[in-house]
């Protein structure tokens, strides 16, 4: 008897998906824009965000091996709050994050791609290419779930194995002035802005590149097995992608002095390796990214239109009139679609890095008062995820304040917003349920 499970992801698949997430803007786009805060500390940056999101990582570990559904952070948050303002507005939060991942995703994108071309400057250029891979992006996922976890799985073996030959070869090339860098000597060390809170702040843009494996946790009703393969996909996805970022940080700073990585910022590692491999090596550098950020936005849609499906569930979303096929699909398109042209990659970043920490916040202590023992999880280590996230959010707010008041205005004005429409919501469920 078929039971529909060969329709489902397999392990391999889960984690392609994650790793699709994962591997993507985050280390295309960020390495510059981390270097500007953590300085030539940008591999020790990479490092501490990965410490930080193994802590995070065991709250959704626990409740969704326990609880897996196609929702689960929105579940999660659910069960620990009450179908109420606080659930809503963390699991709004954490979808908008998605959707500015996914609008990060576009904009590198183009970016990369017009980058040989000497257009990457060019933001009607690149907002038209962010459209198009939006758009692309989805017409994949209207296909159907066999077709997105089979071009996630062959995507995410060209980016693991195209990006490790970039990191090993940049590292070879540059010989012991890459590792030199690391530990402190190398080429005209800079320290980081403000020592360890600019390292900090570095960090929480970090996170970013590693926050993807949440989006496995949406999987649930959609991968065999989920009661272990849902962890086994996180663990495996946050590994695989922690020894990548590490070994291209430390390629880019070995080959590249800070000042030329911050101004190349946006497309850093094509800059990084120009020197080191000559017009071949950013063509491939260009290919590779291409080839990431693309699948980076099959498999984030996937995911996040998920959750979208769960929010609308729990009336906490609108839904489209009528009855609009995928129409949960649509919407996050369309969301990042709109974010992608408003918003340049250093605003997009710091926005999805203060949502998504205050959320990851909420999730840990929903575990700690609420379902420690429904989820049989050990308090400690959601405890010390809520003090790491703290560290690094606090130290990311005092950096924006002093360079950029304008980005922490547009996220106040965003929370201000969610709170609201949440608080409107259940008022309207109250009054049509009295």
Excluded at 108 to 133: C, D, E, N
Excluded at 135 to 144: F, P, R, Y
Excluded at 329 to 356: E, N, P, R
Aim: charge should be neutral; aromatic fraction near 8%; charged fraction near 10%.
């Amino acid at each position: 008897m078929n039971d529909g499970s060969n329709k489902k992801l397999s392990l391999i698949g889960s984690v392609a998906l994650g790793t699709g997430v994962m591997i993507g803007a985050g280390i295309f786009a960020l390495v510059g824009q981390v270097a500007e805060l953590a300085g030539s500390w940008v591999p020790w940056a990479f490092l501490a965000g990965a410490v930080v999101v193994a802590f995070s990582s065991y709250s959704y570990i626990r409740y969704s091996s326990t609880n897996p559904s196609s929702g689960g952070i929105a579940m999660l948050l659910k069960a620990a709050y009450g179908p109420g303002v606080i659930a809503g507005t963390f699991s709004l939060f954490m979808y908008v994050s998605m959707v500015l991942a996914e609008s990060l995703l576009a904009r590198t994108f183009g970016t990369y791609l017009l980058q040989p071309f000497g257009l990457h400057t060019s933001p009607v250029w690149i907002a038209i290419l962010a459209v198009a891979a939006i758009t692309g992006a989805t017409a994949v996922n209207l296909v159907g779930n066999r077709v997105v976890e089979a071009s996630a799985t062959a995507t995410a073996l060209v980016k693991l194995v195209g990006i490790a030959v970039l990191a090993v070869a940049g590292i070879a090339a540059t010989g012991v002035a890459a590792l030199s860098q690391v530990f402190g000597g190398g080429h005209a060390p800079t320290p980081p802005d403000d020592s360890w809170i600019g390292f900090l702040a570095g960090t929480a843009l970090c996170i970013l590149a590693y926050k993807g494996f949440t989006t496995i946790t949406n999987q649930g009703e959609d991968v065999r097995n989920p009661q272990q393969n849902i962890a086994r996909s996180i663990v495996i996805a946050i590994a695989l992608c922690t020894v990548i970022y590490l070994l291209l940080a430390v390629a880019v700073t070995g080959s590249m002095p800070v000042p030329e990585i911050v101004h190349a910022r946006d497309y850093a590692l094509a800059e990084a390796a120009a020197p080191l491999f000559g017009p071949w090596g950013v063509r491939l550098t260009v290919a590779i990214a291409v080839v990431a950020t693309l699948s980076g936005l099959v498999a984030s849609l996937f995911a996040v239109s998920r959750l979208y499906n769960m929010l609308r569930e729990m009336q906490q979303v609108p839904a489209l009139p009528g009855a609009v096929n995928r129409q949960s699909l649509l919407i996050t398109a369309a969301l990042a679609i709109v974010t992608a042209t408003a918003f340049d990659l250093s605003q997009i970043a710091s926005l999805g890095a203060m949502l998504y920490l205050s959320m990851d916040i909420a999730i840990h202590w929903g575990v700690i008062s609420r379902l420690k023992d429904d989820v049989d999880a050990k308090v400690w280590v959601p405890a010390v995820a809520i003090a790491l996230d703290l560290a690094v959010l606090a130290s990311f707010v005092v950096m924006k304040f002093r360079t950029d008041v304008l980005t922490l205005g547009v996220t106040a004005v965003v929370a201000v917003t969610i709170v609201g429409t949440q608080w409107w919501a259940v008022r309207q469920r109250s009054a049509a349920g009295a």
